[in-house]
């Protein structure tokens, strides 16, 4: 098992959700948390609690975030006019790596900041190799010719494990990707309920 697949996995078992809803989370098998004690009764969680699992399972989603990198994107968030759960989201999906892994050009999100990184993916016909890189409305998103034959690649599209949302217009025969909009909270096909009013609260409190 490669360190990221351990990371991905860790975090499902963590939250006790199969937060990307793949066939292969541990939790299809086992509903419960990891170590000997994980089959205790889970204890009613405090408000500040709550609060803190919204926050980690969001920040997770994006491939685990560092605290620093989300609070920075929660910070513009707050500062954007609007309700600050819904600009939370929009940011968060707006991201380069995001997009990648929304138009099933790569099947994680993990491997999505990777293929990123390595300087597959150009922008407007630029190579960009940041996996933060914040696209905007009418941006067209592609995967550089050397790189469509990839079997990552090959493998995410042909899956059937998720959806393209409306948000992006995508051509898997040219491998583009054209982000037309910034999505509402519930445009967004998370595979478990993330409450981004509960992130707010938390960092509201803290």
Request: overall charge positive; charged content about 30%.
């Amino acid at each position: 098992m490669t360190k990221r697949t351990a990371a991905k996995y860790k975090i499902d078992r963590r939250m006790g959700e199969n937060i990307w809803g793949r066939s292969k989370s541990p939790l299809n098998k086992r509903d419960y948390g990891p170590g000997q004690h994980g089959q205790r009764r889970k204890a009613k969680l405090s408000d500040f609690g709550t609060q803190l699992r919204a926050k980690q399972k969001l920040k997770g989603y994006y491939g685990d975030l560092t605290e620093k990198q989300f609070r920075r994107i929660y910070a513009e968030a707050e500062r954007v006019k609007g309700d600050t759960g819904e600009n939370l989201i929009g940011l968060l999906e707006r991201r380069l790596d995001a997009v990648i892994y929304r138009a099933k050009f790569v099947p994680t999100v993990f491997a999505a900041r990777q293929f990123v990184n390595h300087g597959h993916v150009t922008v407007n016909g630029k190579r960009v190799n940041i996996a933060s890189y914040r696209v905007k409305e009418g941006d067209v998103i592609a995967v550089r010719d050397r790189s469509k034959q990839l079997a990552l690649v090959l493998e995410a599209v042909q899956s059937a494990e998720r959806d393209v949302p409306d948000y992006l217009e995508v051509d898997h025969n040219k491998m583009t990707a054209t982000f037309v909009r910034t999505p509402a909270l519930g445009d967004v096909p998370y595979p478990v309920q993330m409450e981004p009013n509960l992130v707010v609260e938390f960092y509201a409190k803290n």
